[in-house]
């Protein structure tokens, strides 16, 4: 079979920390000028990654948001595949979740860098962190919402609507790319992955991924995050 994409979750992935070395966006070069194409999926705010990512010419499309916004680099449109969260239940969580940080901070029990980064929200995703997954499932509860799900991610808490995913967002840039599932070596190191790795002809983790998701591939690289990424690459060129 000849791979015609690579479909690559993002932190802890093709980064670290935030960010992608030279030697992996090189290797993301080399496969680009081989007529093949680029898909990064990530779960982070679609306008937090674009200010961070200056290279996104690297990508045909990015699944943003864990699978909720598609961002089309070649002309810098966005397709959104779910509503965004309500007025009413962004504030109630505020509400909580900020309270509930002031009253634990004494003791420290909730440990996080910066209050602006305990809740934030994209064009579609709410996301937080743990032990917040128990109160936002409250307010959804409270409220009624089931049209909602909660996605875990290391810690990272995603509130997104039902039957949206990595997967799903990877099924919808696929279409517009107009490739089959079976092309696609998928990458990744998490268990929000886990979705879109199963759709793809390949399935491959990085060394630093849960043992829970290396067992689910079909292959392991040596490297770690970027410099696993580089080793596929090469592998498969």
């Known amino acids: 079979m000849q791979y015609l994409a690579l479909a ?27 007529g093949r194409k680029v898909i990064l999926i990530t779960g982070r705010q679609l306008d937090d990654f674009l200010n961070i990512f200056s290279e996104m010419e690297l990508f045909d499309r990015v699944v943003a948001e864990n699978g909720a916004a598609i961002y089309r680099p070649a002309d810098r449109s ?22 509930a940080e002031q009253n634990q901070s004494v003791s420290g029990e ?25 109160t936002v499932k409250e307010v959804m509860q409270e409220m009624g919402l089931n049209h909602l799900q909660v ?4 810690g990272a808490v995603m509130v997104l609507p039902i039957g949206v995913d990595k997967a799903s967002g990877l099924k919808v840039a696929l279409e517009e790319l107009n490739l089959p599932l079976e092309t696609v070596v998928g990458v990744g190191d998490a268990e929000n992955d886990m979705a879109f790795l199963g759709l793809c002809g390949y399935s491959v983790a990085v060394a630093n991924a849960l043992s829970s998701v290396k067992e ?3 292959w392991v690289t040596e490297g770690s995050r970027g410099a696993g990424v580089t080793e596929l690459i090469d592998r498969l060129l």
Do not use: C
């Open 8 to 34: 690559t979750d993002y932190d802890g992935t093709l980064a670290k920390d935030g960010h992608v070395d030279a030697q992996t966006i090189d290797a993301l070069k080399r496969w680009r000028d081989s």
């Open 78 to 99: 966005v397709l959104l595949l779910g509503e965004p969260p309500s007025e009413e239940f962004k504030q109630r969580l505020r509400d909580r979740i900020f309270n």
């Open 110 to 134: 909730f440990k996080h860098l910066a209050t602006d980064r305990i809740l934030e929200f994209g064009r579609v995703i709410a996301a937080t962190w743990t032990p917040h997954d128990l």
């Open 151 to 154: 996605i875990m991610n290391k």
């Open 216 to 218: 689910a591939v079909d």
